[in-house]
């Protein structure tokens, strides 16, 4: 192996301390743990994806290097991300020989009362290139470093905000919750049509709504953080039907959208299963499967799986859910079915996305298992995953041959509409992840890039929107700005749909 003096290797330490008050680690942990944040730090970087679903450590950078200062060279290389406790491993390599080693560490110094970022760099490389890459790295390191603590005291002081929201912030809250109830008690609006008359009135709605949405984004103490979970037992309530007691749980506790084709004109009852009966036809569930309910909520579409006369019953049901409390809500009502039932129950609280630095070593999704899934449902919820296309590319992998996935999901038209208040709308009230916001057709494409075969998306929003926006008016002021919200948003280009495909 040729080695000195044709290959040399040298070590480079890049560091910054800032006072704790202005930052923490674990503020800074959030962005080693998140392998394309760090990279985009780089002013080299202008693309970072990953590599292989079946590898979710590793992934490809492109740089864009400027040789003797004159010509501009893309450049790619694969990086493999490792998350520590303390920070993040990385390994480059970068082809014709060359290798980086990175080791990126926070550490409190109690003593001084500060925070320590620390980069150490080790480089292998022919001789003859090593002056031009220390002299590289050297400058995009030290600039990706100031980013860094830009970026995390900037997130760190965002919160403080909410400390300056003074009345005049409640009074135009106030303000704009009387207006849309006032609109709506005078003129009679209805969601489920818009003449071309009342395009004034629409829009009169959507600022109200924004104005609405922008403060309470500024108001809510919650509003960003990641491991803020939107759900909780509101949609108990929903499942109400006339003359229970208030007092009693109520007999289903689904929580999506519904599906009112059938049952609009008939005045549907949110309770209805039909949404989810869709799902799984679009599954091709089979009896005596193996299936992965994510994102079940409470539970009612595994007790659904578990009982209905004209569901095939799965051999094995495997569930995941996000809140502990939904979790355990669901073992609670699930547990009944246990002696009435030949199927193999296993529940997980956790993210429907599998990370790598979680301690979860039975999450269903985990790559080291050797668990496979005839069939996988996600009802209402991948448009909040962090990542979909994460999600669906870890899925792919966990299917047997023949296996099919079914997500009931939003997505966005084709056609997008770009009048001022679509656009306004769609960028103010954000209820998905930016990278989730794809339309029908990058939605087929993607399914297909990732390997999935028959893949379909069926498009059924007009029996899903106007029929839930419905039910929802006559519920209160909180439910009829949901609704409202909902609206817009529909109006904006979103899309609800089916998507389904198979692994062969």
């Given at each position: 192996?040729?080695?000195?003096?044709?290959?040399?290797?040298?070590?480079?330490?890049?560091?910054?301390?800032?006072?704790?008050?202005?930052?923490?680690?674990?503020?800074?942990?959030?962005?080693?743990?998140?392998?394309?944040?760090?990279?985009?730090?780089?002013?080299?970087?202008?693309?970072?994806?990953?590599?292989?679903?079946?590898?979710?450590?590793?992934?490809?950078?492109?740089?864009?290097?400027?040789?003797?200062?004159l010509f501009?060279?893309?450049?790619?290389?694969?990086?493999?991300?490792?998350?520590?406790?303390?920070?993040?491993?990385?390994?480059?390599?970068?082809?014709?020989?060359?290798?980086?080693?990175?080791?990126w560490?926070?550490?409190?110094?109690?003593?001084?009362?500060?925070?320590?970022?620390?980069?150490?760099?080790?480089?292998?490389?022919?001789?003859?290139?090593?002056?031009?890459?220390?002299?590289?790295?050297?400058?995009?390191?030290?600039?990706?470093?100031?980013?860094?603590?830009?970026?995390?005291?900037?997130e760190?002081?965002?919160?403080?905000?909410?400390?300056?929201?003074?009345?005049?912030?409640?009074?135009?809250?106030?303000?704009?919750?009387?207006?849309?109830?006032?609109?709506?008690?005078?003129?009679?609006?209805?969601?489920?049509?818009?003449?071309?008359?009342?395009?004034?009135?629409?829009?009169?709605?959507?600022?109200?709504?924004?104005?609405?949405?922008?403060?309470?984004?500024?108001?809510?103490?919650?509003?960003?953080?990641?491991?803020?979970?939107?759900?909780?037992?509101?949609?108990?309530?929903?499942?109400?039907?006339?003359?229970?007691?208030?007092?009693?749980?109520?007999?289903?506790?689904?929580?999506n959208?519904?599906y009112?084709?059938?049952?609009?004109?008939?005045?549907?009852?949110?309770?209805?299963?039909?949404?989810?009966?869709?799902?799984?036809?679009?599954?091709?569930?089979?009896?005596?499967?193996?299936?992965?309910?994510?994102?079940?909520?409470?539970?009612?579409?595994?007790?659904?799986l578990?009982?209905?006369?004209?569901?095939?019953?799965?051999?094995?049901?495997?569930?995941?859910?996000?809140?502990?409390?939904?979790?355990?809500?669901?073992?609670?009502?699930?547990?009944?079915?246990?002696?009435?039932?030949?199927?193999?129950?296993?529940?997980?609280?956790?993210?429907?996305?599998?990370?790598?630095?979680?301690?979860?070593?039975?999450h269903?999704?985990?790559?080291?298992?050797?668990?496979?899934?005839?069939?996988?449902?996600?009802?209402?919820?991948?448009?909040?995953?962090?990542?979909?296309?994460t999600?669906?590319?870890?899925?792919?992998?966990?299917?047997?041959?023949?296996?099919?996935?079914?997500?009931?999901?939003?997505?966005?038209?084709?056609?997008?509409?770009?009048?001022?208040?679509?656009?306004?709308?769609?960028?103010?009230?954000?209820?998905?992840?930016?990278?989730?916001?794809?339309?029908?057709?990058?939605?087929?494409?993607?399914?297909?890039?990732?390997?999935?075969?028959?893949?379909?998306?069926?498009?059924?929003?007009?029996?899903?929107?106007?029929?839930?926006?419905?039910?929802?008016?006559?519920?209160?002021l909180?439910?009829?700005?949901?609704g409202?919200?909902?609206?817009?948003?529909?109006?904006?280009?979103?899309?609800?749909?089916?998507?389904?495909?198979?692994?062969?």
């Amino acid at each position: 192996m040729v080695g000195w003096p044709f290959f040399l290797s040298y070590n480079k330490t890049h560091s910054k301390t800032l006072p704790a008050s202005d930052i923490s680690i674990d503020d800074v942990l959030r962005v080693f743990h998140d392998p394309p944040a760090l990279a985009g730090l780089n002013p080299l970087v202008t693309k970072c994806e990953a590599l292989d679903p079946s590898k979710p450590s590793f992934y490809t950078i492109h740089d864009d290097l400027r040789i003797f200062g004159l010509f501009k060279v893309d450049t790619v290389y694969t990086v493999n991300f490792s998350p520590t406790n303390d920070g993040t491993d990385t390994e480059v390599n970068a082809g014709l020989g060359t290798t980086l080693s990175e080791q990126w560490r926070v550490k409190e110094k109690e003593e001084s009362q500060e925070v320590e970022i620390s980069e150490k760099v080790t480089v292998r490389c022919i001789f003859l290139f090593l002056p031009f890459i220390l002299a590289t790295i050297t400058g995009a390191h030290s600039r990706l470093l100031e980013a860094l603590t830009e970026k995390v005291i900037a997130e760190a002081k965002a919160p403080e905000l909410h400390r300056y929201i003074n009345m005049f912030s409640y009074i135009a809250i106030l303000v704009g919750l009387a207006s849309l109830w006032y609109l709506e008690a005078q003129s009679s609006f209805i969601y489920t049509r818009i003449s071309p008359s009342s395009n004034v009135r629409f829009a009169v709605v959507c600022i109200l709504v924004m104005t609405v949405s922008l403060l309470w984004r500024l108001y809510d103490p919650h509003h960003g953080k990641k491991d803020n979970d939107p759900y909780g037992l509101f949609h108990l309530s929903l499942n109400k039907r006339p003359g229970e007691d208030e007092n009693d749980s109520p007999k289903t506790e689904w929580l999506n959208m519904g599906y009112w084709k059938v049952n609009c004109r008939n005045k549907a009852r949110f309770s209805s299963a039909t949404l989810a009966l869709k799902l799984i036809q679009a599954a091709n569930c089979k009896e005596g499967g193996s299936l992965l309910d994510v994102g079940h909520g409470t539970g009612e579409s595994l007790i659904l799986l578990l009982t209905h006369p004209f569901v095939p019953r799965p051999g094995h049901l495997t569930g995941i859910t996000s809140l502990p409390l939904h979790h355990e809500r669901s073992l609670e009502r699930v547990k009944r079915f246990d002696p009435a039932t030949d199927t193999n129950i296993s529940l997980h609280a956790g993210d429907a996305v599998y990370k790598q630095e979680s301690s979860a070593t039975d999450h269903p999704l985990n790559p080291s298992s050797s668990a496979r899934f005839d069939s996988i449902l996600a009802l209402d919820c991948a448009y909040h995953f962090r990542t979909r296309e994460t999600f669906l590319c870890q899925a792919f992998r966990k299917l047997s041959p023949a296996g099919r996935i079914a997500l009931a999901d939003v997505c966005f038209a084709n056609e997008l509409p770009m009048n001022w208040q679509a656009r306004v709308i769609r960028r103010v009230l954000r209820l998905m992840p930016r990278e989730n916001v794809i339309s029908i057709n990058e939605y087929v494409g993607r399914l297909e890039q990732i390997g999935y075969e028959d893949v379909k998306v069926e498009d059924i929003s007009e029996d899903v929107f106007p029929g839930f926006v419905s039910f929802l008016k006559p519920r209160g002021l909180g439910w009829w700005i949901f609704g409202s919200v909902l609206y817009c948003y529909y109006k904006a280009g979103a899309r609800f749909v089916i998507a389904s495909g198979s692994r062969t």
